[in-house]
């Protein structure tokens, strides 16, 4: 059996395949683009920061509980890892 395959300059290659990912963005912001300008010509929202919101978060009336620092999930005083993704847990007790 013969081989059929086009070859290809590398440069070629690498703008053929940036043109097949080009054209179905473009074909998708185009006719968008009157929405996009609207959408960025609005203000910013600032949102303020909270006073006092410290490490770990607390939520709840449980002051014992700790968010964990990667899944921030809450967990009980006594673990030292985290229920959920097993990492380790810092805990700081509020008076």
Not at 11 to 29: D, N, Q
Not at 75 to 93: A, L, R
Request: charged share 25%; proline share 11%; aromatic share 8%.
């Amino acid at each position: 059996m013969e081989n059929t395959a086009v070859e290809m300059h590398p440069f070629v290659r690498v703008l053929v395949i940036a043109t097949l990912m080009a054209v179905p963005i473009l074909l998708v912001i185009l006719p968008r683009l009157g929405e996009i300008r609207e959408l960025l010509k609005r203000p910013k929202i600032e949102v303020p920061e909270k006073p006092g919101l410290q490490w770990p978060f607390r939520y709840g009336s449980d002051k014992n509980v700790s968010i964990c620092p990667k899944c921030y999930r809450q967990n009980p005083p006594e673990n030292k890892f985290c229920g959920y993704c097993g990492s380790e847990i810092m805990h700081k007790k509020e008076n």
